[in-house]
C-alpha cells in the first residue's frame, strides 16, 4: 500500500500514520521527522534546514524532494509506504509522481484530513514532545501518566519550538497558500479520500481503515 497523507499540521496525520505503519507494516516516512533528526544531528542538510523550521516556513523543495527519494530507494519501502507530510508543494508532488512512475509504483490513495484552524491549534499548543524516543503527548487529550515526563523513557516532554502559537498561525498560512492546492491535484486523478481530522484518535483510524479497504486497496 502506497499512501500520501495530506492536510494542516495538527490534523492528525502523524499519529494515524504511526497507528497504519505498525498494522500494515509499512514505513511511516515523516519529512518532518527526517528533518528534525538532521537538525539534531547537525548535519549539512539540518543546518539548512533549521531556519525554515523554526520559523515555520517550508524548507526548500530540491532538499526535501532529495531526502524523499533517497528514502524511497531504502529496501523498507518496496512493499509500501506513508508519506506524512509530503508533498507540500505542487512541484513536490510533480517530482513524487515522477520518482514512482519510473518504478512503476503508483499512489494507491491520498488521505486528506479535513479541519479546522481552532481543532489545529488547541492541538498543537497542548502537543508536548520526548526528545529522547520522540513520543508524542497532549497535556489535555493524551496527558503522560506524570505531567511533563515521557510515559515511555522517563526523559522530560518539552515543546516544540514551532508549536508556540504564533509560529503555528504561520504554519497554517503556509499550509493554505502552498499545500492546499494539492487537494485539487489530487482530486484530478480520483485518488483523494476524505477523513475527519476532528474525530478521536481510535475513531479516525476506524474511518480511516474502512476506506482502504472499501476501495480494496491491496495492503
Ligand atoms: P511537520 O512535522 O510535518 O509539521 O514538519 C515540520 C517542519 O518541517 C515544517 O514546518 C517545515 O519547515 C519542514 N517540512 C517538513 N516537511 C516538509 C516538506 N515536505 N516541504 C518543506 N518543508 C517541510
Known sequence: MRLVLLGPPGAGKGTQAEKLSKEYKIPHISTGNILRQAVKLNTPVGIKANSYMTKGELVPDK?????????????DSKNGFILDGFPRTKQQAESLDSMLKSVNMPLDA??????TDQVVISRLTGRRVCKKCGANFHIKNIPPKKAGVCDF???VLT?????KEDTIKN????????TAELIDYYKKSSMLKTVSGDLDINEAYQVLVKALKNDSIKV
Open 63 to 75: 532538499i526535501v524532494i532529495e531526502i524523499v527519494a533517497e528514502r524511497l530507494k531504502e529496501p
Open 159 to 163: 515543546q516544540r519550538e514551532d508549536d
Open 153 to 155: 523513557c522517563n526523559s
Open 110 to 115: 491520498v488521505i486528506y484530513f479535513h479541519t
Open 171 to 178: 504554519r497554517l498560512n503556509v499550509y493554505k497558500n502552498e
